[in-house]
Structure formats: structure tokens, C-alpha cells
């Protein structure tokens, strides 16, 4: 069976979401990166959609009739700025050393209101949690935390000097959230994927507590900052509490998460406050 029709595969969730919403693709421009073997892009096409693959590695991309650039996102995507509706980031994200950056640069290549679709390992579930305390690995008695023998995926010094790394690099719901606030996204929608049993077996016992600690440490800073109104305060934190609860999150095997471009990044910084005295401020 393939991948993207294999339900315990995040490739399935993907196939599913771009034919359910197959009128909103048609013709529009999607970025497929990374296209990895060209499975998204192949359904990118069948919907009617303009699929523009990029990889790191593109050498494995094996679409007929469709050409992957090579690219390093850390240099760049070779494209125009505000050229694509759409740019989909299917298990990348948890390999990029620089995620802020690679935001930055999505956000570039997207036009305004353009929709930015992430899918990562959830390393907000239950068993992740349970596994980082126990072991600092994603998953516990199976996977020894990231190191230089597992961590490698890709390597050959034939082709480019980059290294594809493993997951060095993943990322939970609150930490991709700020990070692609703060390059000029927004929220629209979490996609259900699939549940994780050990998370589902932990949830009751553990979700009491977790709503409990979040709904005080939310009232709590409520009460702090008074560098904001209590309006922004309200909206920020509150979504941030809702993610903390969302029984979604806790139990699901992955991410994936549909945000929209609100603002240029460059213009992000503009509405932040400094938590410290600025230079020159005594």
C-alpha cells in the first residue's frame, strides 16, 4: 500500500484535505516543499492545481513531467516574492535548523492572505511529553535521543555539502504557533489526523491536571504584563490557553496546521514591545 493511502500515514491526511478541498486548489499556484519522491505534487496536479516542487534533494523526485528545483531554504527559495496562493510544508519542518528563518522566507514567497499548510510529528501529544520526560527521545524504549549515527538522513558529497538532518529539530503546537506569529501568520485551522493510542490511554488520567495548570497559569498572567491592554492580553493568551487544552493536540499522532498570511514579516516587529529596557534606557 502507499503511503498516501495508508491511514496511519500523515501523506493519507494530506491526499484527503487537497481532494476534499479540490475547488479551492484548482489553479492555483502550490508550493511543494519539500517534495521529497513528488506524492503531493502528483496530487497537486490531479486536483488541478500548479504545483511548483522544490527538495534539497531533488535527485529523488520521480514525477514525469514535472521538474523539482533544488533549493536550500536557509539560502532561499528561488522564487519570485507574493508568486504562490499556496505553499505546502509536508514533514519539513521538524529538519530545519533555522524554522524561524524558513518561516520568513514562506512568507515571502506567499501572497497576502496566502495559506501556509504545516505537517510536523505532533511533539505535543501525550506520549511525546511522556517520552521527553523519560528519555529526551520522541519515542521511549524504541528511539535513542537524536545523535550524529541517527540523526543523519541524507548526505552525499556528490551531489551538494548540505546534510538533511533527522529530527533534531521538532516542534510543538505553542512553539510553531509564536514562530510563524512572528513571521507574519496566523491560526486558520487544525486538522484532525490520527490518534495516538498511548496518548488516548494517558488522556484521561492526565487532562484534568493539564486544564487545571493551564487555566491558573493563564488567570495569572492575565494579571501580569502591563505593558499590554487587557484586550491583547485576552487574545494572545487565550488562544495559547486553547492550544494547551485542545484535546485535538494531546492525542493525535501529527501536526497539521493551515495557517494565513497576515502581514508581510518585515513588518511583524513594528507591533512588538520590548520585555527589556531598550538601548541607551537607564
Not at 499556484?29 to 534539497?56: E, H, R
Not at 493551564?214 to 502591563?226: D, E, P
Not at 494572545?236 to 497539521?256: A, F, T, W
Request: include cysteine; aromatic fraction near 12%; charged fraction near 30%.
Amino acid at each position: 500500500m502507499n503511503y498516501e493511502d495508508n491511514p496511519k500515514s500523515i501523506k493519507y491526511y494530506v491526499k484527503r484535505h487537497l481532494i476534499d478541498q479540490k475547488e479551492f486548489y484548482k489553479g492555483k499556484t502550490v508550493v511543494d516543499f519539500p517534495a521529497g519522491n513528488g506524492v503531493t505534487s502528483k496530487i497537486l496536479q490531479d486536483v488541478g492545481a500548479n504545483p511548483v516542487p522544490i527538495d534539497l534533494f531533488p535527485e529523488y523526485f520521480n514525477i514525469e513531467g514535472l521538474d523539482c528545483i533544488r533549493a536550500n531554504v536557509r539560502e532561499g527559495l528561488p522564487l519570485e516574492e507574493a508568486s504562490a496562493d499556496v505553499l505546502i510544508c509536508q514533514e519539513g519542518i521538524e529538519h530545519f535548523s533555522d524554522q524561524f528563518e524558513a518561516l520568513r522566507e514562506f512568507n515571502k514567497v506567499l501572497k497576502p492572505k496566502g495559506t501556509l499548510l504545516i505537517t510536523t510529528p505532533n511533539y505535543s501529544n501525550l506520549r511525546a511529553r511522556m517520552s521527553y520526560l523519560l528519555s529526551e527521545s520522541e519515542r521511549y524504549n524504541d528511539i535513542m535521543p537524536p545523535n550524529e549515527i541517527d540523526s543523519i538522513w541524507m548526505s552525499d558529497q556528490t551531489i551538494t555539502d548540505e546534510i538533511y538532518f533527522g529530527h533534531i529539530f521538532l516542534i510543538g503546537a505553542q512553539k510553531l504557533r509564536v514562530l510563524a506569529k512572528l513571521a507574519g501568520f496566523r491560526i486558520k485551522k487544525i486538522h484532525f489526523t490520527r490518534r495516538k493510542s498511548t496518548s488516548l490511554l494517558l488522556f484521561p488520567f492526565i487532562y484534568p491536571f493539564i486544564r487545571v495548570s493551564n487555566w491558573i497559569t493563564y488567570r495569572k498572567n492575565l494579571r501580569k504584563n502591563k505593558d499590554y491592554d487587557m484586550e491583547v492580553k485576552r487574545e494572545v493568551y487565550g488562544e495559547v490557553y486553547r492550544l494547551s487544552i485542545d484535546p485535538k493536540i494531546l492525542i493525535q499522532s501529527h501536526l497539521m496546521i493551515e495557517f494565513e498570511k497576515e502581514q508581510e514579516a518585515r513588518n511583524v516587529a513594528q507591533g512588538l514591545k520590548s520585555r527589556h529596557k531598550e538601548f541607551g534606557v537607564t
